[in-house]
């Protein structure tokens, strides 16, 4: 049964001002370079998902080793760290998407705008329920990898494209998606497809939808990765920077 709503939606509020105010203060803290100025709202966006990400990915690894009970139940069992993180995550995505609203143009973040929004649903979904907290967690692992996406766009911001480190942050950043993105979202959909009969048909219309829409989108940026870093022109290096 839901549990009250309030806290929940109060941490959310938390979340999504706290990550506000990281974004405000990030050049403070991290002054952009020279190449980086002309986009400066970007630089901000990126340091606070990286930041995110860190919380996130780190987060839902440490979950899983803390409470062994979410491997064996990713529906009932919901721990109050668990749940904390995945109500935080929907606030960030909240913040996030609203930031990319006032800042970017729709034609240029559609696509993460309606990433943002499935996620959100289905986050909600598990905040409100007190239920698929495991499941949620398993989905925050991907944030594993978004450290070394976050990184990557950093460095190309900051002009270092032709560095060791941003080589091995590519090699990293493939490595990680393989293994915490595509590997991590094709067992989810396998999970919802054999545990189909024990998910109530709402529920498991919205993941059947979710995972159907992410791992298209999901395959698509390895293969832009994979050309961009591996197999790139000095044209598609100059073309996504100024995205």
């Known amino acids: 049964m839901p549990m009250a709503l309030g806290p929940d939606l109060l941490l959310v509020a938390g979340s999504f001002a706290a990550f506000r105010l990281l974004n405000r203060g990030v050049e403070r803290l991290m002054p952009p ?64 998407f609203v930031d ?9 973040s559609w696509e993460l705008l309606f990433h943002h929004s499935v996620v959100i649903v289905c ?21 594993i990898n978004s450290i070394f996406l976050h990184l990557r766009q950093i460095l190309l911001m900051a002009d270092l494209v032709h560095t060791t480190c941003y080589r091995l942050n590519s090699i990293i950043n493939l490595g990680t998606y393989v293994v915490f993105r595509i590997a991590t979202l094709a067992w989810m959909t396998r999970w919802l497809f054999l545990n189909r009969q024990h998910v109530p048909l709402a529920t498991y219309t919205v993941g059947t939808v979710g995972m159907a829409i992410m791992t298209p989108m999901n395959i698509i940026l390895f293969y832009r990765l994979l050309r961009s870093d591996f197999f790139k022109s000095s044209r598609d290096t100059r073309r996504e920077k100024e995205k």
């Open 33 to 96: 370079p020279p190449s980086a100025r002309r986009n400066r709202w970007k630089w901000r966006n990126i340091w606070t998902s990286l930041a995110h990400s860190v919380l996130s990915g780190g987060g839902a690894l440490a979950g899983f080793c803390l409470y062994p009970g979410l491997h064996e139940d990713l529906v009932g069992t919901h721990p109050p760290g668990a749940h904390s993180l995945v109500t935080v995550s929907v606030g960030y995505f909240l913040e996030d």
């Open 100 to 108: 990319m609203l006032c800042n970017q143009k729709l034609h240029q």
């Open 123 to 143: 986050f909600g979904i598990a905040v409100l329920l007190h239920q698929y907290v495991g499941f949620a967690l398993v989905a925050l692992l991907v944030e």
